[in-house]
């Protein structure tokens, strides 16, 4: 099964499979972002990041591969009266750009090595100077929780991972944590988690 596929069927439901409210940790940087960014949202599913973001007036751009949570992002979207470019594509291949965003957010975005590793590089420089990168992920130890997240612990993320991925920037927030997570039936409980923001030096 190709991951469009595994990722349509998830989502091929009438309810947000993770809800349609932002992700908490999301909304506690708020206050560190500037008026009208220029935002990146990775892997965003159904929307309900992009379309929080774009309420708050910022210019949002939301990529994930499945085009059935792309177009329940739309209806969401529609449904709050904002706008989001919403694109259809896959990370192993997407290109995010050169110091083009002011924010790129990766909520629960847990991808093969490979393609993680190709995603964080570029990161780095398709943030603008001063630019922020805001990510919340699951660690090993959420494989004890059955909470939500992948069940192959190669997937999951770790502070020191975090840190190397992202070696060049400069971290304002990096944290690991216990808390509970409530976002649909998708992710629903107690979780280990990682939370991270990083600056791009100016």
Not at 82 to 106: P, T
Request: glycine content about 8%.
């Amino acid at each position: 099964m190709s991951g469009s596929t595994f990722w349509d069927e998830r989502y091929a439901q009438e309810n947000y499979v993770y809800g349609e409210m932002p992700n908490d940790f999301l909304v506690s940087q708020i206050a560190r972002i500037k008026p009208n960014s220029k935002v990146l949202c990775l892997a965003e599913g159904e929307g309900r990041n992009a379309v929080y973001l774009a309420q708050l007036g910022h210019d949002v751009t939301a990529v994930d591969i499945s085009m059935v949570a792309l177009d329940k992002g739309r209806r969401l979207a529609d449904n709050a009266g904002v706008k989001v470019r919403w694109q259809q594509g896959d990370l192993a291949n997407y290109a995010l750009g050169e110091e083009k965003w002011d924010l790129i957010v990766a909520i629960f975005m847990h991808l093969p090595e490979a393609i993680r590793d190709r995603v964080f590089a570029q990161i780095k420089t398709a943030l603008r100077p001063d630019g922020l990168f805001i990510g919340e992920f699951y660690r090993p130890e959420q494989l004890s929780f059955k909470t939500g997240g992948p069940q192959d612990i190669k997937m999951l993320y770790s502070l020191c991972m975090l840190d190397e991925q992202l070696k060049g920037l400069t971290m304002s927030h990096l944290q690991a944590c216990e808390r509970e997570v409530v976002e649909g039936t998708g992710h629903n409980g107690m979780a280990a988690v990682c939370q991270v923001v990083a600056v791009k030096p100016q």
